[in-house]
């Protein structure tokens, strides 16, 4: 079965700071994977999706980015954070149905100050 | 654009007692409609799902049941227990890259 693990799980870093976010898949191969935000409260928004090494698709254009290294490695960065980039940063990778997101894993909650 | 509107927010239940979440998809194109369970502090867990051409589908305490004509699809918790306490999302999805996800109903069951 597959594993998704994210780090790091917390962080605090100020405003402009730089952020980067890893998630790393075990147990599947050439996966479609996701990188979701979930603000408190509210439901899930897909920040960009990869199918394939160095290919990221963007569904909302903002101060982050996402890049995809190795097969099963999913990076999502800001060179400057905001504000507005605090929240709850979920990685996925897609499950036996084809183009869904079936496995998150545990997520990242950085808090910019 | 497409839309996935997930009512009620919040749901209170005592132990024992039913629970039934509600969903209605605008995309007519949807084909598949999973939905998960979040314990806090945690990510998203698959729990059921359902595809188009099912009306209802069911594993042990949960089913789901699905009218295309509608586009709706709802959740039923039978025999809640204070551990299916958590956030569910029910999603939406065409079988392409983005599944579109409901806002979230946080259930709770009281002992």
């Known amino acids: 079965s597959q594993t998704i693990h994210q780090w790091p799980a917390t962080l605090v870093q100020p405003v402009g700071s730089p952020l980067s976010l890893e998630c790393t898949v075990e147990g599947t191969s050439n996966p479609n994977l996701y990188w979701y935000r979930q603000a408190a409260g509210r439901g899930l928004q897909l920040l960009f999706y990869s199918v394939g090494i160095g290919q990221i698709s963007s569904e909302v254009p903002q101060n982050l980015s996402a890049s995809r290294p190795q097969d099963r490695q999913f990076i999502l960065s800001s060179k400057k954070l905001l504000l507005s980039d605090s929240g709850f940063y979920l990685c996925?990778?897609?499950?036996?149905?084809?183009?869904?997101?079936?496995?998150f894993g545990q997520g990242t909650r950085p808090t910019v100050v | 654009g497409e839309n996935v509107e997930q009512h009620p927010s919040t749901l209170s239940v005592q132990e024992g007692d039913s629970a039934v979440i509600k969903c209605t998809y605008s995309?007519?194109?949807?084909?598949?409609f999973p939905w998960y369970k979040q314990e806090l502090g945690k990510g998203p867990q698959l729990i059921i799902d359902?595809?188009?051409?099912?009306g209802e589908k069911k594993d042990q305490r949960i089913a789901v049941t699905l009218n295309k004509t509608a586009k709706h699809f709802s959740l039923h918790i039978t025999e809640t227990q204070p551990e299916d306490s958590a956030v569910y999302f029910c999603?939406?999805?065409?079988?392409?890259?983005?599944?579109?996800f409901g806002a979230g109903t946080r259930l709770f069951v009281k002992a």
């Open positions: 999603a939406a999805s065409t079988g392409g890259f983005k599944t579109i």
């Open positions: 996925a990778t897609g499950g036996a149905e084809l183009f869904t997101e079936a496995f």
């Open positions: 995309d007519s194109a949807s084909n598949y």
């Open positions: 359902i595809r188009s051409n099912v």
